[in-house]
């Protein structure tokens, strides 16, 4: 039952992540929007406005208006934002704890990896969350000041994501490492949220409410910190989805896909933020950021393609493939191979999944008819087919099963 258990879990949490995430990234999309469409009030501007902006949605006219620093008083309540993300981050955690950290030797092991032991997979997963949140924040302070050294620091960032995703890669199975470099960045996003957004703009309100003249600088950290997840939200939600695509995770260049993959995500993201901007002329159009965007995606595409190509070639001339061509019966003794490489680091000597060993030939004839039913007729052997079992080999496995006496 408890797996039973763990399904429901899993489907009310990420139903719970998919909405807050949505509402956060929403009003993140919406501000930035905001922010880089604001118009030059008018002038006189005894307000000291620093924009504003006309809008209309579902039949209303709305007029938001942005201050300098900030506004003489604010006349009625005043909206913030961070519930979305705090739980975001919650139900994102609770759902990688529901799977990950509950199975770790079913999704965060693998170990033609790293031979870790549940334990050590767990810990290592929360370091990297943790230690990559540390490293951020050292970056932050040391290489930029309130304000300045923007570009230095945006540069240490994402070179500090590279040495992390490929760190990921060289501990967990492809998949885990996908989620968990999504996991890492988004972790940071909140983190900004909570520890330095939200703090610095209640000393800003503190200060109005006293009457004193507003200090900038805990606003333009802030702004410095929401640049930062700006353009994090493309690359962490891909980083997210693409875990589900084997033909990614399982590829020994699967370092080189996320990478790329994410570079790709963030110039989009940098292309719609320039967009707003050059609709009211405020410089050229950004189609050269959307243009490499997308031609990094198509070459991926091309590349991988080539890959598989290759792959489907060689498998042609498989062991399985020539068995299969053969005619002759497959006996115990040729599937031996193909359960050595698919199955026995979950059902072998070491682990026994659901108590389930097949490294002898005995052991397998006991449990033929499981291992037909799973690796032929559901497919759900090997789980997640962490060890991309071929077609061929799928076969090799029926027409011995279809043909023992
Ligand atoms: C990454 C680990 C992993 C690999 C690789 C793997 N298994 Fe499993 N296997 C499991 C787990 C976990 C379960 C229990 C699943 C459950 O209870 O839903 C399981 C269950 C099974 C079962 C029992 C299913 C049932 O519900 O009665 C059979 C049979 C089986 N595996 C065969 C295989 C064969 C054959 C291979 C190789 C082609 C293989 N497994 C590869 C992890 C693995």
């Given at each position: 039952?408890?797996?039973f258990?763990?399904?429901?879990?899993?489907?009310?949490?990420?139903?719970?992540?998919v909405?807050?995430?949505?509402?956060?990234?929403?009003?993140?999309?919406?501000?930035?929007?905001?922010?880089?469409?604001?118009?030059?009030?008018?002038?006189?501007?005894?307000?000291?406005?620093s924009?504003?902006?006309?809008?209309?949605?579902?039949?209303?006219?709305?007029?938001?208006?942005?201050?300098?620093?900030?506004?003489?008083?604010?006349g009625?309540?005043?909206?913030?934002?961070?519930?979305?993300?705090?739980?975001?981050?919650?139900?994102?955690?609770?759902?990688?704890?529901?799977?990950?950290?509950?199975?770790?030797?079913?999704?965060?092991?693998?170990?033609?990896?790293?031979?870790?032991?549940?334990?050590?997979?767990?810990?290592?997963?929360?370091?990297?969350?943790?230690?990559?949140?540390?490293?951020?924040?050292?970056?932050?302070?040391?290489?930029?000041?309130?304000?300045?050294?923007?570009?230095?620091?945006?540069?240490?960032?994402?070179i500090?994501?590279?040495?992390?995703?490929?760190?990921?890669?060289?501990?967990?199975?492809?998949?885990?490492?996908?989620?968990?470099?999504?996991?890492?960045?988004?972790?940071?996003?909140?983190?900004?949220?909570?520890?330095?957004?939200?703090?610095?703009?209640?000393?800003?309100?503190?200060?109005?409410?006293?009457?004193?003249?507003?200090?900038?600088?805990?606003?333009?950290?802030?702004?410095?910190?929401?640049?930062?997840?700006?353009?994090?939200?493309?690359?962490?939600?891909?980083?997210?989805?693409?875990?589900?695509?084997?033909?990614?995770?399982?590829?020994?260049?699967?370092?080189?896909?996320?990478?790329?993959?994410?570079?790709?995500?963030?110039?989009?993201?940098?292309?719609?933020?320039?967009?707003h901007?050059?609709?009211?002329?405020?410089?050229?159009?950004?189609?050269?950021?959307?243009?490499?965007?997308?031609?990094?995606?198509?070459?991926?595409?091309?590349?991988?393609?080539?890959?598989?190509?290759?792959?489907?070639?060689?498998?042609?001339?498989?062991?399985?493939?020539?068995?299969?061509?053969?005619?002759?019966?497959?006996?115990?003794e040729?599937?031996?191979?193909?359960?050595?490489?698919?199955?026995?680091?979950?059902?072998?000597e070491?682990?026994?999944?659901?108590?389930?060993?097949?490294?002898s030939?005995q052991?397998?004839?006991?449990?033929?008819?499981?291992?037909?039913?799973?690796?032929?007729?559901?497919?759900?052997?090997?789980?997640?087919?962490?060890?991309?079992?071929?077609?061929?080999?799928?076969?090799?496995?029926?027409?011995?099963f279809?043909?023992?006496?």
């Open positions: 039952m408890e797996a258990y763990l399904d429901w879990a899993n489907l009310l949490l990420r139903w719970l992540h909405i807050t995430a949505m509402a956060w990234i929403g009003a993140s999309f919406y501000f930035v929007f905001l922010d880089s469409s604001l118009e030059k009030p008018q002038e006189p501007n005894p307000d000291r406005l924009g504003e902006l006309w809008a209309i949605h579902g039949g209303g006219f709305y007029h938001a208006r942005k201050f300098i620093a900030a506004p003489p008083r604010v009625g309540v005043l909206h913030w934002f961070y519930i979305e993300s705090y739980f975001t981050w919650i139900s994102g955690f609770l759902l990688f704890s529901v799977s990950y950290l509950w199975s770790p030797s079913v999704y965060l092991i693998d170990p033609s990896v790293a031979n870790l032991t549940s334990s050590q997979a767990i810990w290592a997963a929360l370091g990297l969350l943790a230690g990559f949140l540390v490293v951020y924040e050292l970056i932050c302070r040391w290489a930029g000041a309130p304000g300045k050294g923007d570009t230095r620091v945006a540069l240490f960032v994402a500090a994501v590279v040495l992390a995703a490929w760190l990921a890669t060289e501990i967990f199975s492809g998949r885990a490492a996908f989620l968990i470099v999504g996991a890492m960045m988004a972790t940071v996003m909140s983190a900004n949220v909570l520890l330095w957004i939200i703090p610095g703009q209640r000393k800003m309100v503190a200060s109005l409410q006293a009457g004193q003249t507003v200090d900038p600088t805990p606003g333009l950290i802030g702004k410095q910190r929401s640049v930062h997840n700006t353009y994090f939200t493309l690359p962490v939600l891909l980083a997210m989805l693409s875990n589900h695509y084997a033909f990614l995770t399982g590829s020994d260049q699967r370092l080189f896909f996320l990478l790329a993959l994410m570079l790709a995500g963030a110039l989009i993201r940098y292309y719609f933020v320039r967009m901007g050059y609709k009211l002329g405020r410089h050229g159009h950004p189609w050269p950021l959307g243009v490499a965007g997308l031609v990094i995606l198509v070459a991926l595409i091309g590349y991988s393609a080539a890959g598989e190509v290759r792959k489907q070639q060689s498998q042609a001339q498989s062991p399985s493939a020539t068995l299969l061509a053969s005619g002759a019966p497959i006996t115990v040729q599937i031996r191979p193909v359960i050595a490489t698919h199955c026995l680091q979950c059902h072998g070491q682990v026994q999944m659901k108590n389930i060993r097949l490294d030939p052991a397998i004839e006991a449990h033929a008819l499981g291992i037909y039913q799973q690796v032929v007729k559901l497919k759900a052997m090997p789980l997640n087919n962490v060890t991309q079992m071929t077609e061929a080999e799928r076969s090799v496995i029926a027409k011995w279809e043909t023992r006496q």
